[in-house]
């Protein structure tokens, strides 16, 4: 028998595009027989489906045409096990009910990747790649992210995370604080957003006042921190859990602008610097291939020392927020002080940063069998502790029930 893995991907995020391309990539890099993939779209008001066209990244030009030629299910549990079904039943043809052993989510951004989906698979029994919902959650809130890394030890630039309505009661005194802190430039994002999506650096009171409107329109939480003027940025993915994991080649991003934009990472810059990804292997996503599609340096130009520097930090950074399968960790230098931060994580990051395992000689095939190792290593281990204990609280309760 074949190990089931469910492949979930799109969902109610402003990064669904982004998903379904670095989920299909993933389909069909797998090459393994031991597993059987299953394709499973969400869409954006969050119904999955399935069938032959989900899994063909042509057909999402069309996504109505392809709702209408696929099956829509929904997770159901039945004798210990999580099946996939068919929500309403076609005469004549028999209902879908798919059996899965594992799933595998390679979604971006809020409402998904943040633990979401996460806790969705996790009440319904069924084990998946990747990170917790603990470690996903702090990995999608910026704020928080750095208040855990800085205390242990890993260098992050200071911010402030001030809410909506702090703002609105008080604008004036908040700008005041901002200014005094951080003087100009600084940078206005959305505490928990991805893809650049919100993002603005101010660099006089009227830009800083714009681009807290701005983010603010994105989510209640906002960041605020110092924006570096000379920056080189540096990214490193790390594979593996808490017991063992190591660091990928370190990649440097080529911006076309001042920060790197969601256009640099997905729709495939000039690319005057830096060397174009690899493409899709067997898919027909042209011109668009995710986060592959980026202009980057891989190997980074940095000195040996620094690489390896990154390289342990990212390693701690993953260890520290508890995460689990593959995640990459965004780097940040301040050219004019040689100073080096951790800026972000990204759980599931965009293509699965396969790139940068290919660049040491891990085949994407290869890396996402290792991920379905680990969920199942995660799940043996989690069968192991103890969830529940026998109590008879229920046999003698009773509570005042006036109004029924
Ligand atoms: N403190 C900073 N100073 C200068 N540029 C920054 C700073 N923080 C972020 N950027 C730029 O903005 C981009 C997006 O910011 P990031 O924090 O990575 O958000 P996202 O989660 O949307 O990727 C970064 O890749 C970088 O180019
Ligand atoms: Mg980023």
Same mark, same amino acid.
């Given at each position: 028998? !074949?190990?089931?893995?469910?492949?979930?991907?799109?969902?109610?995020?402003?990064? $669904?595009?982004?998903?379904?391309?670095? =989920? +299909?990539?993933?389909? #069909?890099? *797998?090459?393994?027989?031991?597993?059987?993939?299953?394709?499973?779209?969400?869409?954006?008001?969050?119904?999955?489906?399935?069938?032959?066209?989900?899994?063909?990244?042509?057909?999402?030009?069309?996504?109505?045409?392809?709702?209408?030629?696929?099956?829509?299910? %929904?997770?159901?549990?039945?004798?210990?096990?999580?099946?996939?079904?068919?929500?309403?039943?076609?005469?004549? !043809?028999?209902?879908?009910?798919?059996?899965?052993?594992?799933?595998?989510?390679?979604?971006?951004?809020?409402?998904?990747?943040?633990?979401?989906?996460?806790?969705?698979?996790?009440?319904?029994?069924?084990?998946?790649?990747?990170?917790?919902? *603990?470690?996903?959650?702090?990995? /999608?809130?910026?704020?928080?992210? !750095?208040?855990?890394?800085?205390?242990?030890?890993?260098?992050?630039?200071?911010?402030?995370?001030?809410?909506?309505?702090?703002?609105?009661?008080?604008?004036?005194?908040? +700008?005041?604080?901002?200014?005094?802190? #951080?003087? #100009?430039?600084?940078?206005? @994002?959305?505490?928990? +957003?991805?893809?650049?999506?919100?993002?603005?650096?101010?660099?006089?009171?009227?830009?800083?006042?714009?681009?807290?409107?701005?983010?603010?329109? *994105?989510? %209640?939480?906002?960041?605020?921190?110092?924006?570096?003027? $000379?920056?080189?940025?540096?990214?490193?993915?790390?594979?593996?859990?808490?017991?063992?994991?190591?660091?990928?080649?370190?990649?440097?991003?080529?911006?076309?602008?001042?920060?790197?934009?969601?256009?640099?990472?997905?729709?495939?810059?000039?690319?005057?610097?830096?060397? @174009?990804?690899?493409?899709? &292997?067997?898919?027909?996503? @042209?011109?668009?291939?995710?986060?592959?599609?980026?202009?980057?340096?891989?190997?980074?130009?940095?000195?040996?020392?620094?690489?390896?520097?990154?390289?342990? /930090?990212?390693? &701690?950074?993953?260890?520290?927020?508890?995460?689990?399968?593959?995640?990459?960790?965004?780097?940040?230098?301040? &050219?004019? %002080?040689?100073?080096?931060?951790?800026?972000?994580?990204?759980?599931?990051?965009?293509?699965? =940063?396969?790139?940068?395992?290919?660049?040491?000689?891990?085949?994407?095939? @290869?890396?996402?069998?290792?991920?379905?190792?680990?969920?199942? &290593?995660?799940?043996?281990?989690?069968?192991?502790?103890? *969830?529940?204990?026998?109590?008879?609280?229920?046999?003698?309760?009773?509570?005042?029930?006036?109004? $029924?």
């Amino acid at each position: 028998m !074949k190990i089931s893995v469910g492949l979930f991907f799109g969902g109610p995020s402003v990064e $669904h595009e982004v998903s379904v391309i670095s =989920a +299909l990539q993933a389909y #069909y890099a *797998f090459e393994d027989e031991r597993y059987e993939i299953i394709p499973i779209y969400m869409t954006k008001d969050s119904r999955l489906f399935v069938g032959e066209d989900v899994g063909d990244i042509e057909a999402y030009r069309n996504i109505p045409a392809l709702l209408t030629k696929s099956i829509h299910v %929904t997770l159901v549990r039945e004798d210990g096990r999580t099946y996939l079904r068919q929500v309403k039943s076609r005469a004549f !043809k028999k209902d879908y009910n798919q059996v899965l052993d594992v799933a595998f989510p390679v979604v971006h951004g809020t409402n998904v990747e943040d633990g979401a989906l996460q806790g969705y698979l996790q009440t319904m029994g069924l084990p998946y790649v990747g990170c917790d919902v *603990f470690s996903s959650a702090i990995g /999608m809130d910026k704020f928080a992210q !750095k208040a855990v890394l800085r205390e242990a030890g890993i260098s992050v630039l200071p911010a402030m995370c001030p809410n909506i309505a702090e703002y609105r009661k008080d604008p004036e005194g908040l +700008l005041n604080t901002i200014e005094k802190e #951080y003087g #100009y430039p600084v940078i206005v @994002k959305p505490n928990n +957003l991805g893809s650049s999506v919100g993002i603005r650096v101010a660099r006089d009171r009227a830009a800083l006042e714009s681009a807290m409107e701005f983010a603010f329109g *994105f989510a %209640t939480r906002v960041l605020v921190e110092h924006a570096i003027v $000379h920056l080189k940025e540096i990214n490193c993915s790390v594979l593996g859990d808490y017991e063992t994991a190591e660091a990928s080649e370190c990649e440097e991003p080529i911006a076309q602008d001042e920060i790197l934009s969601y256009q640099d990472k997905y729709m495939g810059n000039s690319g005057k610097n830096g060397v @174009k990804g690899a493409p899709v &292997k067997g898919g027909g996503a @042209k011109g668009s291939e995710g986060m592959a599609s980026l202009s980057r340096k891989i190997p980074a130009e940095i000195s040996p020392e620094r690489r390896e520097q990154i390289r342990e /930090m990212a390693v &701690k950074t993953f260890q520290t927020l508890g995460c689990n399968g593959v995640a990459r960790i965004d780097f940040m230098i301040d &050219k004019d %002080t040689d100073a080096l931060y951790v800026n972000e994580i990204n759980t599931i990051p965009g293509s699965l =940063a396969f790139y940068l395992w290919e660049a040491v000689g891990l085949p994407y095939s @290869k890396m996402l069998v290792r991920l379905i190792d680990l969920a199942l &290593k995660r799940e043996r281990e989690r069968a192991n502790l103890t *969830f529940s204990f026998d109590s008879n609280l229920l046999a003698h309760a009773s509570l005042p029930k006036h109004n $029924h």
